[in-house]
């Protein structure tokens, strides 16, 4: 076949939520879904048996880190990133914009051309472009490329996202024009912070030039709220076309999983199962366990009762916490595989709710649960 | 079944090389065996399953450090260190001696009744007899268990050995006593370092007190020569029984388990493999390779072309290379498989050898093909 594919199957009645499929030609999955972060090919201590075992349609790699080490052009001497990481699934690419823009030091080495900023490894002064960045995507082989767009701070003001998504919108026609991996979808990325004006101005400009799926982008910064994050959403949604699937970048906490879903979007990715697992913590359906804490000393059960993940079926939290306190990597791998898990999980869940009409009251039952320690107002 | 039995099923003809069979109530294996060392209730970054995928008949876990952390009242009320870490084939546990006698600081903190040292994590005193050390093991719920030995350094005189050997047959006595677990066997060890007079005696010695195995201690320390090595194996062995098993203490270098082998060994374990793997090594018919070398950037073949484990099933040394260069944990868990699946299929060959009486062909074989850079005399 040519490139990936989005089919919408259903739409949810009381919300904007809806079921599809994505068809690529490393495979099909469901929507909505969730996607582990495999940065530099590889997600942190798993093989691909273990992402996949995980119920896992699609894993997403960073175009940033694979093009500093090991380099693009020797991974397309390998074959692509499929055939050098062995992972035979679908595979999303970011643009290495985020990463780029956490990396710059002052706003002059934003240019109209690209961005200039230093390497995280030696400090070497490096400069990516739009053009760049699908170059670089196109020779990963990814099944879905990202364009290059703008990444601004939370804190930018409507003068400065304005001008920031019309430059986001040249990037995306600029990067569309080189890209020529016929294998390889294309997205392109709706801007404009927690503004309804700018979010519909970037959205309707993006969709008139047709790429293969929308994302939106500037919901995962640090200091941003969550009713940001949610108008973001509300404000670009409706201007998306419904035969293409829509990607929330870098949300993964369940409870944002479960707002995006209700409002429209089909894939979700996050360091944050993999992250929280290095740090001790497992998600359970009671909120967020640290596994370091004595409690769990000699407790003899799984880390969460009915998971179904490899590290509920065979280990207990016992183990587990003794594996954290003797700084075993095992540790570690038993919580990303539980915790990538109970995401992918969560995203089956939905995906049943939607079928049935029933996601308000999932959200209901799953936010009494998850939030439960929490004194309602 | 009651304890572990050995059976002797042939002896080769040209060596005193056995091929044997090893009973236990968690399944049966064949000899010669290498055993992959779990430290801490964990092989360093694998899953059980990877462990046995190599071919593992029983691995070694450590009566120190799991005694330390999380302790063996906290293993005994998980059901056992098989139940604990999700282990369902053979465990042998060593004594802690080798571990507490390298923390010793002066010869007066080793007494008759024990040994008086301080924890490596805390500074804590501590106080290992004989007897702590299987009572430790009998609630570890271990296959195998070994009896508390001394372990002297490799300058020891002739004099110091004679006494030592001694306290190490009292202790063996003290700790036979004690032990009371009816599902596990009780392995005494030999001691003597090199000389042929103190090995005689102790092997002597130890087996009329009627242990399930014997094993040859005092061998892998650092600072002792390849011959004193084969020298104890040599001076130890003709006073062993032939219906017991042989187990030579913290070898894994591959020309010494084959040395070894031909001189009448069963079992051997080593930290060599899961080390070097941390370290980017790998083991191969040519001799080791280090994967972050330069020339293999480049390189898409496996570490070892006709190796069938999962690593070199499905991944290259460019691959492997990369993760290491970037830090990523899956290059050592690759390399881990890798250096252990080797380790165990060296003894898979020398099974082979010994069935058709050519093991000293295979020696010279392996030799010729491991050892080639290093220019013959």
Aim: net charge neutral.
């Amino acid at each position: 076949m040519g490139k990936m594919m989005y089919e919408c199957i259903k739409k949810e009645k009381n919300t904007k939520a809806r079921l599809g499929k994505v068809k690529t030609n490393y495979g099909t999955f469901d929507t909505p879904m969730f996607m582990p972060v495999g940065t530099r090919a590889t997600i942190k201590g798993l093989s691909p048996e273990e992402v996949k075992a995980c119920g896992s349609g699609i894993i997403l790699a960073n175009t940033y880190h694979l093009w500093l080490r090991p380099g693009e052009d020797l991974i397309d001497r390998a074959g692509g990133l499929h055939k050098f990481m062995n992972y035979d699934g679908p595979i999303l690419t970011d643009s290495g914009g985020y990463q780029v823009f956490s990396l710059v030091k002052s706003k002059k080495d934003i240019e109209e051309e690209g961005v200039h900023f230093k390497s995280h490894i030696d400090g070497k002064k490096l400069f990516l472009t739009p053009e760049l960045s699908i170059q670089i995507q196109n020779k990963l082989d990814s099944d879905i490329a990202m364009s290059f767009d703008e990444c601004p701070p939370a804190s930018a003001s409507h003068e400065y996202l304005k001008q920031s998504v019309e430059r986001t919108l040249r990037w995306a026609e600029r990067g569309k024009k080189v890209h020529q991996n016929e294998r390889q979808a294309l997205f392109g990325i709706v801007q404009g912070g927690p503004y309804e004006d700018l979010r519909r101005y970037s959205a309707i400009e993006t969709v008139k030039m047709n790429f293969d799926g929308y994302s939106i982008g500037g919901v995962a910064n640090d200091g941003e709220s969550k009713e940001d994050m949610y108008h973001a959403i509300d404000y670009s949604v409706p201007y998306l076309p419904e035969d293409k699937a829509r990607y929330l970048m870098g949300v993964g906490d369940p409870i944002d999983i479960i707002e995006g879903v209700i409002r429209g979007v089909d894939l979700f990715d996050c360091v944050l199962p993999t992250r929280i697992a290095r740090h001790g913590q497992a998600f359970t359906r009671n909120g967020k366990i640290t596994l370091k804490n004595a409690k769990w000393k000699e407790d003899f059960t799984p880390i969460e009762e009915g998971c179904d993940c490899y590290c509920c079926k065979h280990y207990t939290k016992a183990y587990v916490r003794h594996l954290l306190l003797v700084d075993e990597m095992f540790g570690g791998r038993l919580l990303s595989i539980h915790n990538i898990r109970f995401l992918i999980r969560l995203t089956e869940e939905l995906r049943e709710a939607i079928k049935e009409d029933r996601l308000l009251e999932y959200k209901e039952a799953f936010l009494n649960s998850y939030e439960k320690k929490i004194p309602l107002e």
